[in-house]
């Protein structure tokens, strides 16, 4: 049975009891005690060193952006969104979509899309 497998029924079995501890230090403690590899093994551990999983961009990461360039600009300068509520006053919205899809689109490959690049795309939202 796979490490992890092992530490996720030991939380399953303290859940099923009502013990109001499950974290990782218990499992470790109880792991310990029988010789067991702890969940800091299990990260180190190649079975879970292999698993891949794939990163989705959306919409909401514009939106998330937007909103912390909006909250940058209010505590670096105040003065220049002092007009504006929201970030919404700030991009546009309804071209999130088409920027994304322009964004996954025309990425390069061999460097992947980072929050720089959800950035620029942004960019190309701002309403003023």
């Known amino acids: 049975m796979a490490t992890k497998t092992t530490h996720d ?5 303290l859940k099923e009891y009502g013990n109001p501890e499950f974290g990782d230090l218990i499992i470790d403690d109880i792991c310990q005690l029988f010789n067991f590899p702890t969940t800091i093994d299990a990260e180190n551990d190649d079975e879970i060193k292999n698993i891949k999983l794939p990163i989705y961009w959306s919409t909401n990461d514009f939106e998330a952006k937007a909103e912390s360039n909006f909250n940058d600009l209010k505590e670096d300068n105040p003065e220049e969104v002092a007009n504006l509520e929201n970030w919404e ?31 620029e795309y942004l960019g190309n939202c701002e309403i003023r």
């Open 89 to 119: 006053q700030l991009y546009d919205k309804t071209q999130f979509t088409h920027q994304l899809e322009r964004m996954i689109s025309s990425h390069d490959a061999t460097i992947g899309i980072t929050w720089l690049t959800v950035e």
């Open 9 to 13: 029924k030991l939380r399953d079995i």
